[in-house]
């Protein structure tokens, strides 16, 4: 007699354990936009092109970040994110009220939790001119220069390259080969970042950048949807990464980044998006199903961050370990800092940092509100 229901003959499952894997590399993303999912309010009035969403929506979100509201942010985020099991974050950062040390504030937020992480400053016009780019580009080398954390590194950004002037980018890209730096910028996300560079004389946004010299290999263009299959194999030629960031396409309708095909450096992002990257992978390959890409090239690129990261951060980036029971993060070791254990994080209390994000958030609400529009 067996003391269970199952057939004498029944294959019992191996209990096989917990599983150890190599922790997830989210490779373009927005930590400010941390406290996004408690409720920030829709944009208005509604949006009818890519434009109106940044304009009444996330340039808004950026334009009201302080230190208090940037920090509960970045914390909430890069907790999620390890309890999700992501180990490197490759941030795009913009809060053009807050623009010197900024950067600090984010990196002193990763190196507590425990994080590893690219960051950088995104320099723009869009608000104030080319003053307001003068002060992103120092805030980059200022950081670059200062920095001593060992798991975190600085790079130079640009924004976008319909938003800074051509002066703008020939400085970010002098001050890349002062640092031996690369560029971390938004590329060809939507249509209207073609059609600035074809006003300007350019036959693009990479030949913009690339002609200004401010494309050293290396450098991380995101989203590149509207650029052709030869564009994206001239930057395969100059050495530069893409990272597609298929949610965000998807939330902001601007279209599936199909000519990547042409490029094996192609990397996964967020875009400011949770950085669970189970679901970025899930809504990469049911949009490349739908647009009828190569399945096997698209799986590439959920493990081609870790390339790219490596470049960044250096080789230890590999012995980054999350260990998973069933669904559950169970623990996660970064530079061989144990800063997640029995799933909850080693130097903070989860509920603290949610606490402090619920009673930011409507605070930064408010001060959305209260902006003019740009």
């Known amino acids: 007699m067996h003391s269970d229901s199952r057939p004498a003959d029944a294959t019992v499952p191996a209990d096989t354990g917990p599983t150890t894997a190599p922790g997830a590399v989210n490779a373009h993303t927005h930590v400010y936009s941390g406290l996004a999912p408690l409720g920030i ?3 208005r009035p509604e949006p009818e092109t890519f434009l109106h969403i940044l304009e009444r929506l996330w340039w808004r979100l ?7 509201s940037l ?29 010197e040390g900024s950067l600090d504030l984010l990196a002193d937020v990763c190196d507590e939790l425990g994080i590893r992480a690219v960051l950088c400053y995104g320099a723009t016009e869009r608000n104030g001119g080319r003053e307001e780019a003068q002060r992103g580009l120092l805030e980059c080398r200022r950081f670059i220069r200062d920095n001593t954390r060992p798991t975190v590194r600085g790079v130079v950004a640009l924004h976008a390259a319909f938003t800074v002037s051509d002066e703008t980018v020939r400085q970010a890209g002098e001050l890349c ?13 939507a249509r209207s970042d073609v059609d600035d560079a074809r006003a300007r004389g350019y036959a693009g946004p990479l030949e913009r950048l690339l002609e200004l010299g401010a494309l050293p290999p ?23 990464w893409f990272v597609q960031n298929p949610r965000s396409n998807r939330g902001n309708r601007v279209g599936y980044a199909s000519s ?10 967020t875009d400011g998006y949770p950085a669970r990257m189970e679901d970025e992978a899930a809504a990469l390959l049911e949009l490349a199903a739908e647009h009828g890409d190569d399945p096997a090239g698209v799986v590439s690129r959920l493990a081609a961050g870790h390339f790219l ?3 960044l951060l250096g080789d230890d980036i590999t012995d980054d370990l999350v260990e998973t029971d069933g669904e559950r993060v169970r623990r996660v070791v970064v530079a061989g800092r144990t800063v997640v254990e029995d799933g909850r994080l080693t130097a903070a209390d989860l509920e603290e940092i949610r606490a402090t994000a619920a009673r930011q958030a409507p605070r930064l609400w408010g001060r959305m509100a209260a902006l003019p529009l740009a």
């Open 41 to 43: 309010p829709p944009p």
């Open 218 to 240: 290396g450098s991380i263009l995101a989203h590149g949807v509207h650029l052709s299959e030869e564009q994206v194999r001239r930057a395969a030629d100059n050495g530069l």
């Open 71 to 99: 920090r509960a942010a970045a914390r909430l985020y890069v907790a999620e994110a390890l309890l999700a099991a992501t180990t490197t974050l490759i941030d795009h950062h913009e809060s053009p009220e807050f623009i």
């Open 62 to 68: 950026d334009r009201a970040l302080d230190p208090d």
């Open 177 to 189: 080969r002062e640092l031996d730096s690369v560029l971390h910028v938004h590329l060809a996300e």
């Open 260 to 269: 990547l095909a042409a490029s094996r450096r192609v990397a996964v992002g």
């Open 309 to 311: 990261a490596t470049e």
